[in-house]
């Protein structure tokens, strides 16, 4: 299965000078991919394309949008969740 980071739209804020530099991180099971960090933009196109091997068509696949943080943790912006048996269709 292909599972495909595309763009984010109109993100918060998160840094303490007003910026945000987002990552997404797509996992099913336990196999994860990770885009590219976009340095400071709220309306992030990564275009990127990831293949996941599909081992149970019941299960969700995540994905997870964060703010990358140079000297701290990054912060988690937002999480989506899609089960495998829509994508398939």
């Not at 991919?33 to 196109?45: D, L, T």
């Not at 999480?79 to 829509?86: E, G, I, L, N």
């Amino acid at each position: 299965m292909r599972g495909y980071c595309l763009q984010a739209q109109h993100l918060p804020k998160m840094d303490l000078f007003g910026s945000v530099d987002p990552y997404c991180v797509l996992r099913l099971g336990n196999q994860e991919r990770k885009s590219r960090i976009i340095k400071k933009n709220y309306n992030p196109e990564w275009k990127e394309d990831f293949v996941f091997n599909i081992t149970d068509e019941k299960e969700e696949l995540m994905l997870s949008l964060y703010d990358w943080d140079r000297t701290s943790k990054d912060e988690l912006i937002g999480v989506a969740r899609v089960k495998v048996t829509v994508l398939l269709l």
